[in-house]
């Protein structure tokens, strides 16, 4: 929702507030998308926005519910009575219910866990229990299972029945006995088939599955790769326990994303929102790698003092400091974040690593070529000096190869020593080849200046 439209949406809610229409709101919020609520609960004021939720449909309250910051969850639950969290408990899928339990204090935990009745009350330790970031974690048991021998209309039959209470119904799974799975059809083949038809006829026993333990970050890549709507989640022995569905791979990938931007700036991943952490959290989070880096830094320092002698005898060498240092630490990550990026996307594999390398080098020559050729001709304008232009143009291109080269490598080595490659990112290449810039223009202006 836009601004105009929020702030739109806004006043015709507190214009029923102020007139006390509650009847005409209650009518209006029915066609109010449950996706708008939390723009809209930001900008109303304490008591109108428990008014406006407490108008809300039984069912439209559980997604809106599902929808809300934690905050403001936690600010309704303390507002509810008894009665009132367990119709929204009751109405929420497992996993949304499991995702409450892990936002929430542990006194409005204890509250939520003495409104679920016993049954889900297992399932929901049952689910906690599952290692963070794992596809058991994040999935949901509410899924429709169906008998290979059901014909069509006995499917669509229970379907109708408890379609209702499940998280999708595009995907239903047929099980076995021991609730093995033995296929899955979608309801579009459903719709096409013959009433009589059997489901063991038309059912795609080409089932792709995930198991419980594995990385999130995987079975997001998976409803990429595979284009799925909803992922069957087993156990151990390969029985059906839980299902992802297409919004929780999103919300995996939405918060890959935030992290990997967090450590490729050189910042500790946070969950929290940013107007949500403390000053103090900020500063923790960013002031380790900054600490690193600032003293990996001093390595440049001192080989830039190592050659005060050759400054004395040409001082102008000092003034191409910054754009050598700068030019490394932008080729560097532009080949970090390529790299990065393929590997998330699993275009670039380990094995790829030599052919990767090569395709830089390659990039990197044409384009350190192109570079010394242009600040060549801009030094020899200004200052007719082609031995000066000669150190600056062979410099640039040898930074350009070992700031691509270093940013093919370290995010590749990352990989394979199992670390996130986003750690060698944009800070920590450019420090790496700050230090070699520094060092090359030197060797290079001292072999050939003869200073």
Request: net charge negative; charged share 25%; aromatic share 8%.
């Given at each position: 929702?836009?601004?105009?439209?929020?702030?739109?949406?806004?006043?015709?809610?507190?214009?029923?507030?102020?007139?006390?229409?509650?009847?005409?709101?209650?009518?209006?919020?029915?066609?109010?998308?449950?996706?708008?609520?939390?723009?809209?609960?930001?900008?109303?004021?304490?008591?109108q926005d428990l008014l406006v939720?407490?108008?809300?449909?039984?069912?439209?309250?559980?997604?809106?519910?599902?929808?809300?910051?934690?905050?403001?969850?936690?600010?309704?639950?303390?507002?509810?009575?008894?009665?009132?969290?367990?119709?929204?408990?009751?109405?929420?899928?497992?996993?949304?219910?499991?995702?409450?339990?892990?936002?929430?204090?542990?006194?409005?935990?204890?509250?939520?866990?003495?409104?679920?009745?016993?049954?889900?009350?297992?399932?929901?330790?049952?689910?906690?229990?599952?290692?963070?970031?794992?596809?058991?974690?994040?999935?949901?048991?509410?899924?429709?299972?169906?008998?290979?021998?059901?014909?069509?209309?006995?499917?669509?039959?229970?379907?109708?029945?408890?379609?209702?209470?499940?998280?999708?119904?595009?995907?239903?799974?047929?099980?076995?006995?021991?609730?093995?799975?033995?296929?899955?059809?979608?309801?579009?083949?459903?719709?096409?088939?013959?009433?009589?038809?059997?489901?063991?006829?038309?059912?795609?026993?080409?089932?792709?599955?995930?198991?419980?333990?594995?990385?999130?970050?995987?079975?997001?890549?998976?409803?990429?790769?595979?284009?799925?709507?909803?992922?069957?989640?087993?156990?151990?022995?390969?029985?059906?326990?839980?299902?992802?569905?297409?919004?929780?791979?999103?919300?995996?990938?939405?918060?890959?994303?935030?992290?990997?931007?967090?450590?490729?700036?050189?910042?500790?991943?946070?969950?929290?929102?940013?107007?949500?952490?403390?000053?103090?959290?900020?500063?923790?989070?960013?002031?380790?790698?900054?600490?690193?880096?600032?003293?990996?830094?001093?390595?440049?320092?001192?080989?830039?003092?190592?050659?005060?002698?050759?400054?004395?005898?040409?001082?102008?060498?000092?003034?191409?400091?910054?754009?050598?240092?700068?030019?490394?630490?932008?080729?560097?990550?532009?080949?970090?974040?390529?790299?990065?990026?393929?590997?998330?996307?699993?275009?670039?594999?380990?094995?790829?690593?030599?052919?990767a390398l090569w395709k830089e080098?390659?990039?990197?020559?044409?384009?350190?070529?192109?570079?010394?050729?242009?600040?060549?001709?801009?030094?020899?304008?200004?200052?007719?000096?082609?031995?000066?232009?000669?150190?600056?143009?062979?410099?640039?291109?040898?930074?350009?190869?070992?700031?691509?080269?270093?940013?093919?490598?370290?995010?590749?080595?990352?990989?394979?020593?199992?670390?996130?490659?986003?750690?060698?990112?944009?800070?920590?290449?450019?420090?790496?080849?700050?230090?070699?810039?520094?060092?090359?223009?030197?060797?290079?202006?001292?072999?050939?200046?003869?200073?």
């Amino acid at each position: 929702m836009n601004d105009e439209k929020l702030e739109l949406e806004i006043e015709k809610i507190l214009n029923f507030i102020e007139e006390k229409k509650f009847n005409d709101l209650r009518k209006y919020l029915e066609n109010v998308n449950s996706a708008d609520f939390p723009s809209m609960f930001e900008e109303l004021e304490d008591g109108q926005d428990l008014l406006v939720y407490r108008l809300l449909s039984k069912e439209q309250a559980a997604e809106v519910f599902a929808e809300l910051d934690s905050d403001v969850q936690e600010k309704l639950i303390n507002a509810f009575t008894d009665r009132e969290l367990k119709n929204i408990i009751d109405e929420l899928f497992m996993d949304d219910t499991v995702d409450l339990i892990e936002e929430m204090p542990s006194n409005v935990v204890k509250r939520i866990l003495n409104n679920i009745n016993k049954t889900d009350r297992k399932i929901v330790n049952e689910l906690l229990n599952y290692p963070e970031d794992s596809a058991g974690s994040i999935m949901t048991t509410e899924f429709i299972d169906l008998k290979e021998n059901m014909s069509v209309e006995e499917a669509f039959a229970k379907i109708k029945k408890i379609g209702l209470q499940k998280e999708t119904v595009y995907n239903c799974y047929v099980l076995s006995i021991d609730r093995k799975i033995k296929g899955v059809i979608d309801i579009k083949e459903l719709l096409v088939a013959e009433r009589d038809a059997k489901l063991k006829d038309i059912m795609d026993t080409n089932v792709i599955t995930v198991s419980t333990l594995e990385d999130q970050e995987e079975v997001a890549k998976m409803f990429d790769k595979y284009n799925m709507y909803a992922l069957p989640v087993v156990d151990k022995e390969a029985r059906l326990v839980g299902i992802i569905t297409i919004d929780d791979a999103i919300d995996v990938m939405q918060e890959e994303t935030s992290e990997d931007f967090e450590i490729m700036a050189a910042m500790t991943p946070n969950e929290e929102s940013y107007f949500k952490t403390s000053v103090f959290k900020h500063a923790k989070n960013r002031i380790v790698w900054l600490l690193v880096l600032m003293f990996s830094a001093m390595i440049t320092g001192s080989i830039i003092t190592h050659y005060e002698e050759a400054f004395s005898a040409l001082p102008i060498l000092v003034s191409f400091i910054p754009m050598l240092m700068g030019t490394g630490g932008n080729c560097g990550s532009q080949s970090s974040t390529l790299i990065i990026r393929g590997l998330a996307m699993d275009e670039i594999k380990l094995k790829d690593y030599f052919r990767a390398l090569w395709k830089e080098i390659r990039v990197s020559i044409v384009v350190g070529i192109i570079l010394a050729i242009a600040n060549g001709a801009r030094i020899m304008i200004q200052y007719h000096d082609f031995k000066l232009a000669l150190v600056v143009g062979l410099t640039l291109i040898g930074i350009v190869i070992i700031a691509k080269m270093l940013g093919c490598t370290l995010p590749m080595l990352a990989k394979k020593l199992k670390l996130d490659p986003a750690i060698m990112a944009a800070p920590l290449i450019t420090t790496v080849s700050d230090t070699c810039s520094v060092l090359l223009f030197f060797q290079i202006a001292v072999a050939i200046l003869h200073i």
